[in-house]
């Protein structure tokens, strides 16, 4: 198992590179076919003076306001005591409305990558 840009939280270059990993992947299952429930990004990571949050949580976010759900990836450090991957539901509130979740918790690897595509994919259809 490699990690993958294991030094994203300490190296700026690597953690827009990690970003654009996963909307690269994420966006084909998001918006491929699915025009009627379009997805768009949730959560701006960016403090008040406008410096870019950069602590993984989350990594990468989506909501479509049609279908009423929202997805965040939430990218951690390897640890060894720490699961590669897990997901669960859970419910946001957007705007004042009620939105299902889909909350993805991991450290990068190929593996954890194709389980989270998995997930969002039966997520979102």
């Given at each position: 198992?490699?990690v993958?840009?294991?030094?994203?939280?300490?190296?700026?270059?690597?953690?827009?590179?990690?970003?654009?990993?996963?909307?690269?992947?994420?966006?084909?299952?998001?918006?491929?076919?699915?025009?009627?429930?379009?997805?768009?990004?949730?959560?701006n990571?960016?403090?008040?003076?406008?410096?870019?949050?950069?602590?993984?949580?989350?990594?990468?976010?989506?909501?479509?306001?049609?279908?009423?759900?929202?997805?965040?990836?939430?990218?951690?450090?390897?640890?060894?005591?720490?699961?590669?991957?897990?997901?669960?539901?859970?419910?946001?509130?957007?705007?004042?409305?009620?939105?299902?979740e889909?909350?993805?918790?991991?450290?990068?690897?190929?593996?954890?990558?194709?389980?989270?595509?998995?997930?969002?994919?039966?997520?979102?259809?």
């Open positions: 198992m490699k993958l840009f294991e030094n994203f939280l300490d190296d700026e270059s690597e953690y827009v590179q990690c970003q654009e990993l996963w909307e690269t992947n994420l966006s084909p299952l998001l918006n491929g076919d699915n025009k009627s429930n379009p997805w768009v990004q949730w959560i990571n960016v403090f008040a003076n406008g410096r870019p949050m950069r602590d993984g949580n989350p990594i990468v976010s989506y909501f479509s306001e049609s279908a009423s759900k929202c997805i965040r990836v939430v990218q951690v450090e390897f640890h060894e005591d720490e699961m590669e991957f897990s997901s669960w539901n859970d419910q946001a509130e957007i705007n004042g409305t009620n939105f299902t889909l909350v993805i918790h991991c450290y990068l690897t190929e593996n954890s990558l194709d389980q989270a595509k998995a997930a969002i994919k039966e997520f979102v259809n």
